[in-house]
Each structure stands twice: as structure tokens, then as C-alpha cells.
């Protein structure tokens, strides 16, 4: 008899996302089984519970996905789940926690994209200012852009003293600078952009952060990215079908259905690697970037 593609969905909070179950069940898995209120310490014994479950030849069926809303702890779970493993009973894991990592790679690789062929250039060197760095698509696409080459600044609207806490936790983490500041005011906010080469949206949905009046003031922004579908825009200007459209301030944007789109297929691919390996898989937010850019072809 044929064995059936299991997905058991780990979250810390109390209920997983509709959204991913929808993109696991498209993707090829046919059971999708939800566990809520998880803590650090129960995924080991999930994990284990999972893998002696059946037969080494039948583990690249089973997989774990990451739910929640904390970029840190959802790569701490990783981590803990991979060090679960008793070779060879082993099984692939992919944490997204709240969407966070496909979405950030979704608007990077978009990003790089129109660097890459409206510019003839890259994230080398380049000013990034981050609204909404204090949440996990602004705080992950940051860290993606050091990685390469870019120097990043994260904005908080309630201050320095979150953001400055994040910028050390990556630093930590992942070895890069990222530079903290305040957002608490719009003049702070507009004191960033006379020198952004790029500037990202990742604030709350339904919330516009940045004016156009403000905007203005970015004379040399090459991209604005937005991820909000809900209106209105976090940077007033961009339309939610923008792809690489001119905006009012003088720069290309891209609006969060087209990222969203590049999303949409980032996770639903890696659903798919996880159903098809042969070997298993640990799929973090580098795995989530390169997908992205595959799809992209760059």
C-alpha cells in the first residue's frame, strides 16, 4: 500500500495558519496535523515520536513545519529537531514562522531582481532603511541583505530600545551589523531617507507608515518594496500591482502582490522538495532566499 505524505505542524501558539495548511495540502502532502502550544521543550519527544514511527525507507514522507511568530524560536526549534534525529531514522523540517521567511526572501530576491536588470548592479554597498524592523519579515529581510553586502537599517516606531535589542540579537546570531533607529516620530522617520538606496515596508498590515510628502525626501532611492496588501500602503505611492512601476518620488516599486506571488511559490516549492527528497531536508530562511531566486532565475 501506498504511504501517505504527513506533515506534522508544530506552532507555539495556539492555533496554525490556515494558509499553510492550504499551500501543504497543494504542494502534495495529504495529511496535515496540527500541534498547538508547543514549547522548546516538547519538540524533541514530537520529533522522535515522528521518526520511529515508520520505516527508514518511508521517512522522506514525513515531514515538521515551524509555525508561530517568533523568527528566533522557530530557528531555535530547528535546531532542536535536527539535533532529534537518530540517523538513519530522519526527517525533513521547514520552519516559516507567520510566513516570515518566504515572505522576506519573496521581497529580497524581488528586490535583487530589479537591481540586477533595471541597474546593472546588487546589494553591494547599498543604504536599505527598514520600516517595520522590528517585526520578523523586516527584522529576516534585513539580515538577508547584510549577508549580502548591504548595510541595513531597521526602524522602530515605539523607539530605539526594541530595534537596538534586535540589531544585537543578530549580531549574535548571525554575525551581522545591523543598525538600529528611531521611528517613533515622523521627522525621525523622514530623517532616514535622503540617503536610501532602497527602502522596505514590512509594518502591519493596513497601516501607512510613510507619506508621500516624506518620500520626497528619498532623492536617491532606486526601490521601494511594500508588503502590505491591506490598505493603505506602508509607503503611500505603491500599488499593490506594482512590478518595477515608476513611483511619484522618483523610484521603481513593488508592490506585495508581486512579491506576494514569488511568496506564494517560494513555500509551496519547498512544501514540494520536502514531499519529493529522497534525503532529508533542514529548510531555513537561507533555503527560503535561494528558492525565491530560483524561481526568479537569478
Known amino acids: 500500500m501506498t504511504k501517505k505524505n504527513i506533515l506534522h505542524m508544530i506552532s507555539p501558539q495556539g492555533n496554525v495558519s490556515p494558509f499553510d495548511v492550504n499551500m501543504a495540502c497543494d504542494a502534495g502532502y495529504d495529511l496535515v496535523i496540527p500541534y498547538t502550544n508547543v514549547n522548546l521543550s516538547d519538540v524533541k519527544g514530537l520529533v522522535q515520536d515522528a521518526i520511529f514511527s515508520r520505516s527508514v525507507s518511508n521517512a522522506k514522507k514525513t515531514g515538521v513545519f515551524i509555525c508561530g511568530k517568533d523568527a528566533s524560536l522557530a530557528l531555535d526549534m530547528l535546531d532542536t529537531a535536527k539535533k532529534s534525529m537518530v540517523p538513519p531514522f530522519e526527517v525533513s523540517v521547514f520552519p516559516d514562522p507567520a510566513g516570515s521567511f518566504t515572505t522576506a526572501a519573496a521581497m529580497v530576491a524581488c528586490t535583487e531582481k530589479t537591481l540586477k536588470e533595471k541597474f546593472k548592479t546588487n546589494f553591494d554597498n547599498k543604504n536599505i532603511i527598514i520600516y517595520g524592523g522590528k517585526g520578523i519579515v523586516g527584522g529576516i529581510s534585513a539580515i538577508m541583505c547584510a549577508q549580502n553586502g548591504a548595510k541595513c537599517t531597521i526602524v522602530g516606531y515605539d523607539g530605539i530600545k526594541n ?50 510628502d516624506q518620500l520626497n525626501k528619498a532623492k536617491n532611492v532606486k526601490i521601494l518594496a511594500d508588503v502590505n496588501a491591506v490598505p493603505p500602503a506602508g509607503l503611500e505611492g505603491v500599488g499593490l500591482k506594482d512590478d518595477n512601476s515608476e513611483h511619484p518620488c522618483g523610484g521603481l516599486s513593488i508592490g506585495p502582490l508581486t512579491s506576494g506571488d514569488i511568496k506564494v511559490k517560494t513555500q509551496y516549492k519547498m512544501f514540494e522538495k520536502m514531499c519529493a527528497t529522497d534525503t532529508p531536508l533542514y529548510l531555513n530562511f537561507d533555503e527560503a532566499l535561494k528558492t525565491s531566486r530560483e524561481i526568479l532565475k537569478l
Open 163 to 212: 530595534v537596538q535589542k534586535k540589531a544585537d540579537e543578530y549580531k549574535t546570531r548571525y554575525g551581522v551589523d545591523i543598525i538600529p533607529a528611531d521611528g517613533s516620530t515622523d521627522e525621525l522617520n523622514s530623517s532616514y531617507l535622503p540617503d536610501a538606496d532602497i527602502i522596505f515596508c514590512a509594518a502591519r498590515a493596513g497601516t501607512q507608515v510613510i507619506s508621500m
